[in-house]
């Protein structure tokens, strides 16, 4: 439910006709997009100006959106034709978005270095020489080129090198493409009953809206420049102290000036040991759109998860003299996966309407007089036809039936939990469960269970199941709920997200590849993570094969636990409105992302119930621009400071991340 203190920024009344995609706009689209691939590519492997698309509001998107506001500026005067509107804008703003989802980790990223690592790094030690038998070989490239690819100083533009690769690429490209449309078909059924019915706040999307708002400017608001101005000025002091160590700062990140977990050790307490304070401004900024509940839940559920370790230590199930079944009590990544998953099925049942009346329309083929129901159904169609897809695609890959089926419900669960975790916190950034489908599904059935071709073809499939920041399903409602606030329509959108989507995933492969055939997969000059996550799934694969464990009761009840608290806390939260008790919170509790946030959440939370008590909805409102500005100042400095290091050629202080 849409809180009283939250505001929709809405067009003027003339202009709430609904929007179709112009043809500008697709030309603008068709020479951004690949633009945008070859930075982040680029600029996060080789220049490393940082995450330019893991942030949920992604900071290269946002600058070419103030890039396309100050072009307006400059335009309306010299050339008023030349403009674009608040919607094309909008429309640009979705596209970005939905094509640096595609390029970034968790997606293009991943699957390109996952191809050949097992063949490249299979040492007697890790022995997965055994499992080359197993590869699916239709979808991997000759590995006679691979070594060009891992240790450079080659060109990826020959003959050879395009041959190899040409098969994989577009075999993996139809099941992206496939991918992503399953989730977006999913958001289009969807999206009446998270923006028309519940109305969730969606506190990412105050800040295009704000920004592009046409009736009384944000941009002459002095709380917006004020806003602006603290990030500007204290992210520049520490990118300065970064370069020269004896300028002062004042930190705001997470580090070891702002960490409580220096004063915990081992014993009772080592659970706390972790806990750090931080002060994103771009994460204050964000969180003052979120609901005061969800915000509540988030931090307090934070601290019960840490209370519920030390009760664990307390007891004995934890620590030095522990039995080692009892290791992983209290089970807290098997209850983040059972948290996700029952999100994503509550979401599901209330939808529950919009995805009947779908069904029936497409069952009795009736021409309806509401065109919103025609489009949810044809997205149900188009639902089934990407689904179906993906389970032969996996099958064709020597995977079980039963077990991609098990693996595509579980994991779509998850990002549906996952987008509903942000239509309501927002947050600026969003880890998935700790506990991924891939390895609960395995442990829970049983790598004994699984024959080595199964598990090996699961591994091929982790590419998309490991760093959730960028996942394509929340950017999707997100710019849904664009598209309804700013009077766009909704077929449109989707139909620019399907072009952005389809440019990205054949542009970031091919990007991709010149990089490493020039630099060198393996080589110190590329970007580390990106190129040796795969050893972790891999990692895995021979710990599976070598396991002999049946049903893993233990991972079972752990999200069985998780699962039944969610679901207990959303029917308490629908019954009584007074409920505080947010099921996001605890959700998020016992992931990774509540680790840096937490304490500007509590911030936001602290100071907004003030803001609401003291000041009413008028002072609530005051504030907006001041919390846009917060974010602009973080994203702007971020950018800058990005550029200046590309520049100087050398590595700078991170806006966002603690290292």
């Known amino acids: 439910m849409l809180m009283t203190d939250q505001r929709e920024p809405r067009l003027p009344q003339q202009d709430r006709a609904s ?47 103030c890039t396309l506001l100050a072009a307006n500026h400059l335009l309306k005067r010299v050339g008023p034709a030349w403009r674009l509107s608040r919607a094309e804008m909008l429309y640009l703003f979705a596209m970005l978005t939905a094509a640096g989802s595609v390029a970034g980790v968790g997606m293009v990223q991943f699957l390109v270095t996952l191809l050949g690592y097992i063949f ?58 496939a991918f992503v449309s399953f989730m977006l078909c999913l958001s289009l059924l969807l999206r009446r009953q998270w923006i028309e019915r519940e109305r969730l706040s969606f506190p990412i999307v105050y800040f295009p809206l704000e920004l592009t708002r046409e009736e009384s400017p944000l941009w002459r ?90 009760l664990c230590i307390a007891l004995g199930f934890r620590g030095p003299f522990a039995s080692p079944g009892m290791a992983e009590m209290p089970y807290l990544n098997q209850q983040s996966l059972g948290a996700f998953v029952a999100l994503g099925a509550v979401a599901l049942w209330l939808g529950k309407g919009e995805i009947s009346a779908a069904v029936r329309y497409l069952l009795v083929r009736r021409r309806p007089s509401d065109t919103a129901l025609a489009t949810s159904a044809a997205a149900l169609g188009g639902l089934l036809a990407s689904g179906v897809f993906l389970l032969l695609f996996a099958r064709a890959m020597g995977i079980p039936l039963p077990i991609i089926t098990l693996l595509f419900s579980i994991y779509f669960l998850v990002v549906l939990g996952f987008a509903r975790i942000r239509a309501q916190a927002g947050l600026p950034w969003l880890f998935g469960p700790n506990h991924p489908p891939h390895i609960f599904m395995v442990w829970a059935v049983g790598p004994a269970n699984l024959s080595p071709q199964a598990l090996t073809s699961l591994s091929y499939l982790q590419w998309f199941d490991w760093d959730y920041r960028g996942t394509a399903m929340a950017h999707q409602m997100e710019a849904l709920k664009i598209s309804s606030a700013a009077g766009l329509s909704a077929r449109s ?6 072009l952005a989507v389809v440019l990205a995933t054949v542009v970031s492969p091919l990007v991709l590849l010149t990089i490493y055939y020039h630099f060198g997969a393996d080589s110190a000059r590329v970007e580390q993570y990106r190129t040796q996550w795969a050893s972790m799934p891999l990692g895995l694969l021979t710990t599976w094969g070598d396991s002999s464990a049946g049903l893993g009761w233990g991972e079972i009840a752990g999200g069985l636990a998780g699962a039944a608290m969610v679901l207990a806390l959303s029917a308490l939260h629908s019954r009584w409105l007074w409920w505080p008790f947010h099921p996001v919170g605890y959700a998020l509790s016992c992931t990774f992302t509540l680790e840096w946030l937490w304490c500007p959440l509590f911030v936001v939370w602290l100071c907004k119930s003030l803001v609401l ?33 590309l520049a100087l050629g050398r590595e700078m202080y991170s806006i966002f991340w603690s290292a």
């Open 493 to 498: 959108m989707a139909k620019g997200i399907l």
């Open 120 to 177: 490249r790094h299979a040492t007697p030690a890790n022995r997965w020489e055994l499992y080359h038998q197993y590869v699916p070989t239709w979808l991997v490239p000759n590995t006679a080129i691979l070594q060009g690819f891992y240790e450079g100083g080659a060109s990826f533009l020959t003959a050879s090198h395009l041959g190899a690769w040409a098969q994989p690429l577009l075999l993996w490209s139809l099941f992206m493409v």
């Open 19 to 65: 929007a179709p995609l112009g043809r500008r706009v697709v030309i603008l689209g068709i020479i951004l997009v690949p633009l945008l691939c070859i930075a982040v590519e680029y600029g996060e492997l080789v220049a490393w100006v940082g995450e330019l698309v893991s942030t949920s509001l992604m900071l290269l998107v946002a600058f070419t959106l």
């Open 221 to 310: 608001s002095r709380p917006l420049w004020v806003g602006l101005a603290i990030p500007l000025v204290l992210q520049s002091l520490a990118s300065l102290n970064y370069l020269f160590p004896s300028v002062p700062y004042l930190p705001l990140k997470p580090s070891a000036q702002l960490s409580i977990g220096q004063f915990f050790g081992t014993g009772l307490l080592e659970p706390l040991s972790r806990v750090t304070l931080a002060f994103y401004p771009m994460a204050l900024g964000i969180a003052y759109f979120a609901e005061l509940d969800v915000l509540f839940g988030c931090w307090l559920f934070y601290w019960l998860a840490r209370a519920e370790e030390v």
């Open 613 to 645: 008590r003291y000041g009413g909805i008028r002072l609530y409102r005051r504030g907006i621009p001041f919390a846009v500005g917060l974010i602009l100042g973080d994203y702007l400095v971020a950018i800058l400071w990005a550029l200046l290091g």
